[in-house]
């Protein structure tokens, strides 16, 4: 029930085309969905987060689209380009005290120039 | 300042060693957080720190301890580790979950090998 499975575990893309990113969750207190970006040897930075009572968010290239029923969440990246190149991973958190987040097991996109 | 800081970017140590990694924000942030990630791996949890006290213990093996001085600093004091201790230390910091918010600004790490 704390797991976020997230697929696909890895993802090639040509420039400029979208890449997709999904995530799934059992727990439905979970209220606070981010995504993180990750280049190697660096630390995790926010890109966009989204709580559950909108069913879309964007910023600029990238939109999270949020299922409420189907429990699934999913990240869109448009326009895809070689500095995205990075390992992504999302993450969920509930409402309460306890500021866990529980991540998912990220997934390594390569965007072909 | 929207940064999280870590010092040293590297560390190896023995298993013998006593080290201490250190963590700053000035964002104003109450609760701060040790992570250890693993490669190809998501960060993973160790302690949680709010409003200066340790709120959440992952089950961390006593030999990582934790300590907040005061509400801008965090260090990890490390001790008699393991070679498979050897990860990226991350710590990151965030307002105490305001409205169902838990926003986590992470810091670059901090690459430790244990010989």
């Known amino acids: 029930q704390q797991q976020v499975k997230q697929s696909p575990q890895s993802l090639i893309v040509q420039k400029g085309g979208i890449s997709i990113i999904n995530c799934a969750y059992e727990?439905?207190?979970?209220?606070?969905f981010p995504w993180y970006q990750q280049f190697p040897g660096k630390g995790p930075a926010l890109l966009i987060a989204?709580?559950?009572?909108?069913s879309e968010k964007k910023e600029g290239r990238f939109t999270i689209s949020f299922n409420k029923s189907a429990k699934q969440f999913s990240l869109h990246i448009m326009d895809s380009q070689p500095g995205d190149s990075a390992t992504y991973f999302c993450?969920?958190?509930?409402?309460?005290?306890?500021?866990?987040?529980?991540f998912g097991t990220g997934t390594l996109l390569a965007v072909q120039p | 300042d929207t940064e999280v800081t870590q010092t040293p970017k590297h560390l190896v140590m023995g298993m013998t060693n006593k080290k201490s990694l250190k963590c700053e924000q000035h964002?104003?942030?109450?609760?701060m957080y040790w992570y250890k990630q693993k490669a190809k791996k998501p960060p993973e949890l160790m302690f949680v720190?709010?409003?200066?006290?340790?709120?959440i213990n992952e089950s961390v093996p006593s030999r990582f301890s934790p300590e907040c001085p005061n509400s801008s600093l965090l260090n990890l004091h490390l001790h008699a580790l393991q070679p498979e201790d050897s990860a990226l230390y991350l710590c990151?910091?965030?307002?105490?979950?305001?409205?169902?918010?838990?926003?986590?600004?992470f810091g670059p790490g901090t690459r430790l090998t244990v010989l």
């Open positions: 989204i709580r559950p009572d909108v």
């Open positions: 720190y709010s409003y200066e006290k340790l709120s």
């Open positions: 990151a910091s965030s307002q105490v979950q305001l409205a169902g918010i838990n926003e986590q600004f």
């Open positions: 993450a969920a958190s509930r409402g309460g005290a306890t500021n866990k987040l529980i």
């Open positions: 964002m104003g942030h109450r609760a």
């Open positions: 727990n439905t207190a979970f209220d606070y």
